[in-house]
């Protein structure tokens, strides 16, 4: 059955592929960033219903959820969710395209509008095959990815896993290393938690030639970096993936004024989540420490993110099997594990979850950007693969 399921797939996603096309440039040049996608969310809403579904919207602020059943589904009956994301980035666009962004400062940098133009094209051949479906499906189009604390989380406190209950998810990311034509997949443990970690080092401001009248909180900053890399370091299993990084230090002063505050903005990332914990309060405590002794305070706030994704091993082998088929063996590739976070991850800690990779990549027109580049863009022609791969992922596993 799969390869006649699949010769109907490729067949429909060539038809609606200029449809598609235009729904991802229409969704482009609208972008809306992370809770904000109230025209977007009814732009997909208006589409699921030209094609006879009956969308919810407003899910988890701004998300929209849809059914589609055949006549042999009953009400109890589990589901399968297909997802996408809605959000932009707060990026000015650089490309000099037909379809770029209309406003200043929002773009979207993380092929967000891919994912939802090829769900929506996936939902239009699914809805055709409807009746062939070995369970229905649940379509998912989630707001604010891009920020914590993830629109996932919001989707799940509106019960998007829940009546009907999904047994099952499926979700795709644009990949920008990756040449066009070709997808990627990672069984297990494959993208890591992300927490956001704010200092504020509060010391005492002087006149530079007179230091020991001061309490530097440049100074405290400069030791909380080092000495929290070097606990981190020194306490984390080898085997576990960490890494700690702080991107924001911001002290003003002069070069005769030394400041009465310092500011730290940092992130912590690995792929385990009781070290995960202990990790955050092991920075806490050292940066708090390192404070005191230069006779400072420091005040440590932790946002807390995405936990670690985890894709399941059965359903991420089957789904790479049903992309061989499709695509053939030499364009289907094993991921390494990725330090990035995706709010997919709330899910994987819920329901048996794949979330794969698709090639956007093509030098030969200048797309090779990566994600959040002001000149991100992608091959067009990694919306029919997609689309051809989500409708595919309800018929890939038993």
Not at 135 to 156: R, S, V, W
Not at 191 to 198: G, V
Not at 220 to 245: F, H, M, R, W, Y
């Amino acid at each position: 059955m799969i390869n006649s399921i699949q010769d109907i797939i490729i067949k429909r996603s060539e038809e609606l592929f200029e449809k598609v096309k235009s729904i991802r440039e229409h969704i482009h040049a609208n972008p809306e960033l992370s809770y904000k996608e109230y025209n977007t969310m009814a732009y997909v809403a208006n589409h699921l219903e030209s094609i006879n579904l009956k969308p919810e919207i407003e899910v988890g602020n701004t998300g929209v959820v849809a059914m589609i059943k055949g006549e042999h589904h009953t009400k109890n009956d589990s589901v399968i969710g297909l997802r996408a994301d809605l959000d932009a980035l707060p990026i000015l666009e650089e490309n000099n395209i037909p379809y770029k962004s209309k406003f200043d400062g929002i773009m979207h940098a993380c092929g967000h509008d891919a994912h939802t133009s090829i769900l929506l094209g996936a939902a239009e051949i699914l809805y055709e095959l409807r009746n062939s479906l070995p369970k229905p499906i649940k379509l998912i189009f989630q707001p604010g990815e891009e920020k914590n604390p993830g629109g996932a989380t919001y989707m799940i406190k509106d019960g998007v896993l829940e009546n009907p209950t999904v047994s099952k998810m499926f979700a795709l990311h644009v990949f920008p290393d990756m040449e066009v034509g070709n997808v990627g997949f990672k069984e297990g443990v494959y993208m890591a938690s992300c927490d956001e970690i704010y200092i504020t080092i509060k010391g005492k401001g002087g006149h530079a030639a007179i230091p020991n009248e001061c309490i530097n909180p440049i100074i405290i900053g400069a030791n909380v970096i080092q000495s929290t890399k070097e606990i981190i370091t020194k306490k984390c299993d080898p085997k576990t993936p960490c890494i700690l990084s702080f991107g924001h230090f911001e002290a003003i002063g002069e070069t005769n004024i030394i400041p009465s505050v310092a500011k730290l903005k940092g992130t912590f990332r690995t792929m385990n989540e009781k070290w995960r914990k202990e990790g955050l309060k092991l920075i806490t405590k050292t940066a708090e420490n390192i404070a005191v002794s230069f006779g400072g305070k420091a005040k440590v706030e932790i946002s807390n993110g995405y936990p670690y994704l985890k894709n399941n091993s059965e359903l991420t082998s089957s789904m790479k099997v049903a992309a061989e088929k499709l695509l053939g063996k030499s364009k289907v590739h094993e991921l390494p594990l990725r330090m990035t976070s995706e709010d997919f991850a709330f899910y994987s800690q819920k329901v048996p979850v794949c979330f794969f990779r698709l090639g956007v990549k093509n030098e030969n027109k200048g797309i090779q950007f990566g994600l959040h580049n002001s000149k991100f863009n992608i091959d067009d022609e990694a919306l029919k693969i997609g689309m051809q791969m989500m409708a595919l992922a309800p018929f890939s596993t038993p």
